[in-house]
T-cell receptor, first 112, second 114 residues
Framework: QKEVEQDPGPLSVPEGAIVSLNCTYS??????FMWYRQYSRKGPELLMY????GNKEDGRFTAQVDKSSKYISLFIRDSQPSDSATYLC????????????FGGGTRVLVKP | DAGVIQSPRHEVTEMGQEVTLRCKPISGHDYLFWYRQTMMRGLELLIYFNNNVPIDDSGMPEDRFSAKMPNASFSTLKIQPSEPRDSAVYFCASSLPPATDTQYFGPGTRLTVL
């Protein structure tokens, strides 16, 4: 079993819809949670970062962490075709300098 | 800043050949990471350095893989001899000291071993 599990998709939604992505993890010691976005044939780029449980909002993006359930979510409101990408969740035991454990990624397609 | 630079962007080689991938991190970043991405296994950390010193190489698949960081602005990942199962996209990433959690990824090197 992988430490971080993520549905590979693809997840296809119409433009303007809410995109809901999630991951589950097995190691209760994980403290930092991130979402990376990866466009085709590009490197991943950090989208959202949260520490411990709770919500964090940044524009159209909301990240949620529920440590009691070991569940991580990302919501994209008013989705745009430019949001079409693969979204990878990642966790770590401590801040930068320690290794990230990635989920397999969910491919998202936003259709105009 | 130009971001993390990797070369070559594409590499096609034959089984048994030596392959060297190169990375230039963002200036001032103390941490450098090498990842491998495949459809089957996703994005996996191979090794990471702090101040040019290897900290954790537990993700290096076997002795055929080696990584060096001779100075703060250059790192190499070498595969010798290469095998078809090494075909993947190899990413290099760098980050600042623990004040931030952002790892900045390079564009990757797409390796095909025939």
């Amino acid at each position: 079993q992988k430490e971080v599990e993520q549905d590979p998709g693809p997840l296809s939604v119409p433009e303007g819809a809410i995109v809901s992505l999630n991951c589950t993890y097995s190691n209760s010691a994980f403290q930092y949670f991130m979402w990376y976005r990866q466009y085709s044939r590009k490197g991943p780029e950090l989208l959202m970062y949260t520490y411990s449980s709770g919500n964090k909002e940044d524009g159209r993006f909301t990240a949620q962490v529920d440590k009691s359930s070991k569940y991580i979510s990302l919501f994209i409101r008013d989705s745009q075709p430019s949001d079409s990408a693969t979204y990878l969740c990642a966790t770590s035991l401590q801040a930068a300098g320690n290794k990230l454990t990635f989920g397999g990624g969910t491919r998202v397609l936003v259709k105009p | 800043d130009a971001g993390v630079i990797q070369s070559p962007r594409h590499e096609v080689t034959e089984m048994g050949q030596e392959v060297t991938l190169r990375c230039k991190p963002i200036s001032g970043h103390d941490y450098l990471f090498w990842y491998r991405q495949t459809m089957m296994r996703g994005l996996e950390l191979l090794i990471y350095f702090n101040n040019n010193v290897p900290i954790d190489d537990s993700g290096m698949p076997e002795d055929r893989f080696s990584a060096k960081m001779p100075n703060a602005s250059f790192s190499t990942l070498k595969i010798q001899p290469s095998e078809p199962r090494d075909s993947a996209v190899y990413f290099c990433a760098s980050s600042l000291p623990p004040a931030t959690d952002t790892q900045y990824f390079g564009p990757g090197t797409r390796l095909t071993v025939l």
